[in-house]
């Protein structure tokens, strides 16, 4: 039956004559994107419409989005987050896009989403679906510049580069909401991923003891050889300061130096 349904979807939106007509129409892109996802989500699988037309359709987010009912810009924001997609709606529709975010966190749909539990704690502090509504705690301009943090780390597409333009990364030390987060949660989001790589650069750009001790508590949790590769990866290009030459001094004394002076690949079992 799915099958059935995402061919049907696939040749629907494939329609020469359909493009020329929907591409002109804001409302309606956004209404068939809402809807293609809705019965794929019901379906169980990728909905057609957005891989065709994700272009126009991040257009039209960016836009005023006159005329376009509050429901459907909701809905909008919904299943893009779903998708992965994490906007920076303007301030009029700030709250559609929260209340787009909290629903994200109740269906507690993780595990079926591209939208990663490491985004929504750095960006609104959440930790499971009983905080949903503490997404309402946050200001536009506050939400922002979060945003420009996780956006910042994804422009990279591997860690030697993002380390090499670390300077990139200094304005975001004032942010103190971001400082916070990085350190409560540094431990418990953890991972071999871009947004692990930026709060890394954060806490070793730092020049307060406080973000130092973050790591040293990390070293203490029997870490995996390839953690331990990629701490020590980070902390050689951060060795003119005493604070981070005493981080990597102490990697070294807790565990083998292979694992730190040795690629140490994943395996995936």
């Known amino acids: 039956m799915s099958t059935n349904l995402l061919n049907e979807q696939e040749k629907r939106y494939r329609n020469l004559d359909f493009a020329v007509q929907i591409k002109k129409d804001n409302l309606a892109l956004l209404e068939h994107f809402i809807e293609s996802e809705k019965e794929a989500r019901e379906h169980h699988f990728q909905g057609q419409f957005f891989p065709f037309y994700h272009y126009e359709i991040d257009r039209v987010m960016k836009t005023k989005m006159a005329k376009i ?59 499971n679906s009983d905080e949903a509504k503490n997404v309402h705690n946050i200001t536009h301009e506050e939400y922002a510049s979060l945003l420009d943090f996780l956006i910042l780390c994804s ?89 981070n030459k005493h981080l990597l001094k102490d990697l070294y004394e807790r565990y083998p130096k292979e694992w730190i002076d040795e690629y140490q690949p994943k395996k995936w079992i």
């Not at 997609?85 to 896009?97: G, H």
């Not at 670390?166 to 030390?173: D, K, Q, T, W, Y």
């Not at 350190?183 to 070793?204: K, R």
């Not at 130092?212 to 990629?230: A, P, R, Y």
């Open 69 to 127: 009912p509050d429901e459907i810009i909701h809905l909008a924001y919904y299943y893009r987050l779903k998708l992965g997609t994490i906007d920076k709606p303007l301030p009029q529709y700030f709250s559609l896009f929260l209340q787009a975010v909290e629903k994200n966190i109740v269906d507690n749909d993780w595990d079926n989403s591209y939208l990663s539990a490491d985004k929504i704690y750095l960006l609104f502090g959440i930790t």
């Open 155 to 243: 422009n990279y597409t591997n860690f030697p580069n993002l380390r090499k333009k670390a300077i990139r990364f200094l304005p975001f030390l004032e942010n103190t909401t971001l400082m916070k987060r990085i350190h409560e949660g540094f431990s418990l989001h953890f991972d071999s991923n871009f947004t692990t790589a930026g709060s890394l650069v954060i806490l070793l750009l730092d020049t307060k003891q406080s973000s130092k001790d973050i790591l040293f508590s990390f070293h203490q949790n029997k870490l995996e050889n390839t953690t331990v590769w990629l701490l020590g990866s980070f902390y050689k290009d951060f060795q003119k300061t005493d604070l």
